[in-house]
């Protein structure tokens, strides 16, 4: 009952910047933790960022300084402002919100967007 709509993602010069942008719908009382993952061929999944319903954020050490994480609760949608991009952060980025819903009022599920592909290159 809930859908993550992504967007942002595309081909994009090293040191250029791209924004991310994923938008939770449905049946929402409110959300928790939102976040992005990435992962590249060949490798693992990995945390990219987390931002908390309290205003906390967490960053990966390989991204820190370079990627901002926010949120507008009222819109129940989560930004990845990146910037200074390096060809290693080539990867499909998904989106992660934890969010209460009328089927589960009391405990925060997981919702999963389907993945938005980014591209550092010449």
């Known amino acids: 009952q809930v859908q993550l709509v992504e967007s942002g993602g595309g081909l994009v010069q090293p040191g250029g910047p791209l924004r991310l942008s994923c938008a939770a719908f449905?049946?929402?009382?409110?959300?928790?933790?939102m976040g992005w993952y990435r992962q590249a061929p060949g490798k693992q999944r990995e945390l990219v960022a987390l931002s908390t319903s309290g205003g906390s954020t967490n960053v990966a050490d390989s991204v820190k300084g370079r990627f901002t994480i926010s949120r507008n609760n009222a819109k129940n949608t989560v930004y990845l402002q990146m910037n200074s991009l390096k060809p290693e952060d080539t990867a499909v980025y998904y989106c992660?919100?934890?969010?209460?819903?009328?089927?589960?009022?009391?405990?925060?599920?997981?919702?999963w967007g389907l993945g938005t592909q980014v591209t550092v290159s010449q």
């Open positions: 449905g049946s929402i009382f409110s959300t928790k933790p």
């Open positions: 992660l919100v934890s969010a209460t819903t009328p089927s589960s009022p009391l405990f925060p599920r997981d919702y």
